[in-house]
Structure formats: C-alpha cells, structure tokens
T-cell receptor, first 116, second 113 residues
C-alpha cells in the first residue's frame, strides 16, 4: 500500500467546473510535489512545496492552483480546464528537497482526470 | 541542461530471461540516480538508487551500477518474472537541491510465461 494517499482516484469534469484533487501523507515529509503524467510518457513536474511554501512552479497555467494547508496535505484546485489537461495527476513527497540522495520521492497512485 | 536517455521499448522477454534496460545521462555536478517502476494503474515506486560513482543499487533482484566514466546506470535482473511487467523509468536528481527529478522516457517491459 502506498503511503501517499490521493483522492479521488478518478474524476470527470466539464470545462466550466471547479474541482480539487487532494493528497495526504503521514511520513513527516516536508516536501510535496504535483506531477502530471500523460499516457506512455514520464511524469512532468508542476509544483514543489518545501516546508509548506511554494518553491517551484514550472510555468503551469493559472487554471491549476496548488495549496498546501499543512505539512501533511496538498491540494490542487482546478478551474476552467481544457480537454488536453486530461491526464494522471500524481502527488509525491520526500523528506526534504535537499540532500536528494537521502530523500527519494514517494508517489501516490494518482488521480485519473478526464476533462470533457 | 541535465537529461536522461533510456532505451526504447517495449522489451518483451520470456519468464526467467535476463533483463537489461539501458540508461545514460547528461548532468553537471554529481547527480543521484534512480530507477522507478510503474505497474499498471499505479503511481511510481522507487526500485533502487545510487548516490555516487561506483555505487550499486539493488532491490528485489534488480541491480544498477552508477558508472561515471560512461555516464550510465543500466538496470539488470538475472531472471525476470511475469510480475515484473511494468514501465521502468530512469531518473536523476541534480545537485541543486530543488527536489526536481529528471526522468527518462520510460521503458515498457512485458514478460510472457
């Protein structure tokens, strides 16, 4: 069982809807990440939070809005998405962003998003 | 910039065959190297890692050695099982301490009984 829990597992939304993806970890990790993965492609980094502060935004469109309410939770708020945003959205966590050799990423199983 | 190149798949093997998936990288500094595995319908799981030259990572019968002179981190397993069928990603984490992973394109492995 994964130690990073993502909900929902599947989400279908229209282009005018507002929805949120949720991620939770209880490993005491202080870094959390959102990745987007299209079919048969590697994950693409979207956002990194370090100690609950946004440290990296990979030029993601503003229709994706991340939020880190506390060190265990990470949300991704979605609004006015496009069909091409349909993908698997993966959350990950690590002890810290630094000392990466000692702090590999732990991934959740993802939310499969379909935008109609 | 930093990059990772993996052999293209899919790789199809019979059960108990020997597996090699090639991975080479380009990086400045001293990256850490990882292999992640993604089973159908799941997220990525860390398979093994190596943090410096000549380190060998190993887990579940899989091995990979960090070769600085050839900038490679090839994944090997002596005898694959049907349950090893998955997508394998080679990745590097650079020395900038941003937490950012750079992934290869992934290699699909199919093992037939």
């Amino acid at each position: 069982d994964t130690e990073v829990t993502q909900t929902p597992k599947h989400l279908v939304m229209g282009m005018t809807n507002k929805k949120s993806l949720k991620c939770e970890q209880h490993m005491g990790h202080r870094a959390m990440y959102w990745y987007k993965q299209k079919a048969k492609k590697p994950p693409e980094l979207m956002f990194v939070y370090s100690y609950e502060k946004l440290s990296i935004n990979e030029s993601v469109p503003s229709r994706f809005s991340p939020e880190c309410p506390n060190s265990s939770l990470l949300n991704l708020h979605l609004h006015a998405l496009q069909p091409e945003d349909s993908a698997l959205y993966l959350c990950a966590s690590s002890q810290t962003t630094g000392y990466s050799y000692n702090s590999p990423l732990h991934f959740g199983n993802g939310t499969r998003l379909t935008v109609t | 910039g930093d990059s990772v190149t993996q052999m293209e798949g899919p790789v199809t093997l019979s059960e108990e065959a020997f597996l090699t998936i090639n991975c080479t990288y380009t990086a400045t500094g001293y990256p850490s190297l990882f292999w992640y595995v993604q089973y159908p319908g799941e997220g990525l799981q860390l398979l093994l890692k190596a943090t410096k030259a000549d380190d060998k990572g190993s887990n579940k019968g899989f091995e990979a050695t960090y070769r600085k002179e050839t900038t490679s981190f090839h994944l090997e397993k002596g005898s694959v099982q049907v349950s090893d069928s998955a997508v394998y990603f080679c990745a590097l984490s650079d020395s900038s301490n941003t937490g950012k992973l750079i992934f290869g394109q992934g290699t699909t492995l199919q093992v037939k009984p």
